[in-house]
């Protein structure tokens, strides 16, 4: 049988996301793992991640992970959450600047924090997601539904083509990009109760075509 | 449409049962934290908190296993507060399963613990627990200054310098308690909600004093908290969750329903 990977660079709290993962699996067992091979032998493979940027990234990189992402977000469902979904982009602003893996050309941006008097930076809760496209991740999933979030940075995609969902704080940003056999959310599913275990079935069951 | 204004249950553990003191005396059995934790999440808390109060070494393995168990069945934000002082209990309190640690005394004692356990593991879990006290005259402008070891003992720094101290040194969230209105059930030191979160750039949850749902609603309409935290209106069934969300609803404020 074969297992859906949730890759462990050793930044963040995982066990969440694998219990999440299990409770929608039906079964289908799921890897908490740094090891390539069990990554690349996965069905699924979930690319999670909280906390800095440039320590997240160094962290992909001491594990000789890079390649191994790139490979199975080329061929593979692929989910990234929140850091996860940060160092696909090209590059951050955070932590003087970060070079991401390049999967979706744009950039990780601060909040602005004169958008509004009194914005509280992280923008930390539960906010809605507008899905802009219709994909099978968004299945039985209801129009702005509220999920959880906690960020400070966001990405911004060169092209609008590749959005999933947008979310305002004050302002429009993308919370959520998709391409080919990538999703990848701003926000955290596998703490966002009903709507997020059932983003994290929907991702179970898909076979990676938009 | 925007943000969600933030509902946390409060569960005070102490040997790995829910209580609650009543000004940290009066203490009643309120039931098991694994069941407590699902009914809560039922309702549609936003995010739950377990407070240690006894913050002892046995203790901390208890609240460990329970976070443990809590966290494979309730997919919402956890905060798990109380007796952390290392970088290490941060690590174990994050790898049992807990979203968000918050820390007190232990941030009083060493500021820069604070920022070493941001920079090791993400401002976004780590939650500046103060506790705060009015001592400024009757008819004097109000201050407040924080006080550690469950209210017991005075520090003499003004709360809300240590605010935004704590804000620079990286914490992401700031837990503001009122010794003076803590199980009062008198509704949150308002004013004190308000000049914290004036003052900083990150989400401050009011604490102290939730009586009846309106309490709840003036935190937020009022005190300008970007959540509310309650313990004993929940506990005993008074209300649920939900009726303190449709209450904050029904005077214009966005929640979760």
């Known amino acids: ?210 | 449409m925007g943000l969600a204004k933030r509902i946390i249950p409060c569960l005070d553990v102490d040997n790995g049962r829910v209580v609650k003191g009543v000004q940290f005396v009066d203490i009643r059995d309120a039931g098991d934290p694994v069941e407590v934790a699902k009914r809560y999440n039922e309702q549609g808390a936003d995010e739950i908190t377990f407070l240690d109060i006894r913050a002892t070494h046995d203790n901390r393995d208890t609240m460990e296993h329970l976070v443990e168990a809590v966290a494979s069945q309730v997919f919402i934000p956890l905060t798990v507060g109380g007796g952390i002082r290392t970088v290490e209990d941060v690590r174990r309190m994050l790898n049992a399963g807990a979203d968000k640690v918050g820390i007190n005394s232990a941030a009083v004692a060493n500021p820069e613990f604070v920022r070493e356990a941001t920079e090791k593991f993400g401002s976004q879990c780590i939650v500046v627990a103060i506790d705060a006290k009015c001592v400024s005259a009757e008819g004097e402008p109000k201050r407040w200054e924080i006080f550690t070891h469950g209210g017991r003992k005075p520090t003499g720094i003004d709360a809300i310098e240590w605010a935004k101290k704590m804000v620079d040194f990286g914490a992401g969230e700031l837990l503001l308690t009122s010794m003076d209105k803590d199980g009062t059930k008198s509704g949150f030191d308002l004013e004190l909600t308000r000049a914290v979160s004036d003052a900083v750039t990150v989400p401050v949850i009011a604490s102290g004093g939730v009586g009846k749902l309106q309490d709840l609603t003036d935190g937020v309409k009022i005190g300008r908290a970007d959540a509310v935290l309650a313990a004993s209106i929940f506990h005993f069934g008074e209300h649920t969750v939900e009726e303190a969300k449709r209450q904050m609803a029904s005077q214009g404020i966005e929640v979760r329903l």
């Open chain 1, 1 to 210: 049988m074969q297992h859906i990977a949730v890759i462990d660079y050793g930044m963040g709290n995982l066990r969440s996301v694998s219990k999440a993962l299990e409770t929608v699996s039906n079964g289908v067992p799921v890897e908490v793992t740094s090891d390539p091979e069990r990554i690349l032998s996965a069905s699924h493979v979930v690319f999670p991640g909280q906390g800095a940027i440039r320590s997240c990234l160094a962290e992909v990189q001491r594990l000789g992970l890079t390649d191994v992402i790139r490979q199975v977000a080329a061929e593979k469902p692929f989910l990234g959450i929140c850091i996860g979904m940060q160092l696909l982009m090209t590059h951050s602003d955070e932590n003087g600047g970060v070079d991401g893996l390049n999967l979706f050309a744009g950039h990780v941006h601060h909040f602005d924090m004169n958008a509004a008097p009194h914005l509280k930076v992280p923008h930390m809760g539960w906010n809605q997601v507008h899905q802009t496209i219709s994909h099978p991740l968004w299945k039985n999933i209801e129009l702005d539904s509220r999920f959880y979030f906690v960020h400070s940075y966001y990405v911004k995609p060169n092209d609008d083509k590749v959005i999933a969902a947008t979310t305002e704080y004050p302002a429009k940003f993308t919370s959520a990009l998709y391409k080919d056999n990538i999703f990848a959310v701003q926000f955290h599913p596998e703490k966002s109760h009903h709507a997020g275990l059932q983003l994290l079935k929907n991702f179970v069951n898909w076979d990676g075509q938009p």
